[in-house]
């Protein structure tokens, strides 16, 4: 049985990579920072429900990712352009662990992103 992806990948090319993270903290981060291509990953809180992960380094280190760029500013994240991979998944728990994108988040993100396309 294959489980739902519980978080989403988008490349400055616009590929948009559903995936699934490990659930124990440590091994998330490593793929975490795997599939962003970095050493330090930084969230961006968009709602309480949705966070962006991203490159702490990757103005210097990455092009302009126009989608999650676009995405950022429709929660209202208008200050700056996001650079490289960024992964998207839920919010945080009361012990401020990642949660996973739920089933119909990461739909409705699919839906969302692939207009913007």
């Known amino acids: 049985m294959t489980r739902t992806p519980d978080a989403l990948l988008i490349t400055p090319e616009a590929d948009i990579v559903p995936l699934n993270l490990p659930t124990d903290a440590e091994s998330r981060l490593i793929v975490m920072r795997s599939v962003?291509?970095?050493?330090?990953?930084?969230?961006?809180?968009l709602t309480s429900q949705l966070d962006m992960w991203l490159?702490?380094?990757?103005?210097?280190?990455?092009?302009v990712n126009k989608?999650?760029?676009?995405?950022?500013?429709?929660?209202?994240?208008?200050?700056?352009?996001?650079?490289?991979?960024?992964?998207l998944t839920g919010g945080v728990?009361?012990?401020?662990?990642?949660?996973?994108?739920t089933k119909d988040k990461l739909l409705a993100l699919l839906s969302s992103l692939t207009e913007e396309l």
């Not at 962003?36 to 809180?45: F, H, L, P, T």
């Not at 728990?93 to 994108?101: F, K, N, R, S």
Request: charged share 20%; proline share 6%; with cysteine.
């Open 55 to 63: 490159d702490d380094e990757g103005l210097y280190n990455h092009p």
């Open 67 to 87: 989608l999650a760029t676009v995405l950022a500013f429709r929660f209202g994240f208008t200050y700056q352009s996001y650079h490289g991979p960024v992964l």
């Open 36 to 45: 962003i291509r970095c050493e330090r990953v930084d969230a961006v809180g």
């Open 93 to 101: 728990d009361a012990e401020g662990e990642t949660v996973p994108l």
